[in-house]
């Protein structure tokens, strides 16, 4: 009986963690949905740097969501930081700086 509930107990410890990996890889997935949207409205009215943006998302997707296998403290300090732009980063210094496009002039 006491092996049984401590089986029970860790397979419920492990699908909880399983469950929250899912359930965290779901959030990040609609985040970056979410920002290729915002991404399409803002190059609207910024041609020039459509290549740009789009290339920053497709590395954050490469490097960044579909990478689980890195150290994680590495991934949080961006791994080496003479080679290393983070693609999010550069997708805010690019949608930031000039002068605003046809999407803020609405506002």
Not at 11 to 26: G, I, K, R, T
Not at 34 to 55: H, T
Not at 85 to 94: G, T
Request: hydrophobic share 45%.
């Amino acid at each position: 009986v006491m092996f049984s509930l401590l089986l029970v107990n860790t397979f419920a410890w492990l699908y909880n963690q399983q469950e929250q990996l899912y359930v965290s890889l779901f959030a990040e997935v609609s985040v970056a949905k979410a920002l290729l949207e915002q991404i399409a409205y803002v190059s609207r009215g910024r041609p020039e740097y459509a290549a740009q943006l789009l290339e920053n998302v497709r590395r954050y997707v490469d490097d960044d969501l579909t990478r689980l296998s890195a150290e994680p403290v590495t991934a949080l300090l961006g791994g080496s930081p003479a080679n290393y732009a983070d693609p999010l980063e550069q997708v805010m210094w690019l949608t930031s700086v000039g002068s605003p496009g046809d999407v803020y002039e609405t506002v």
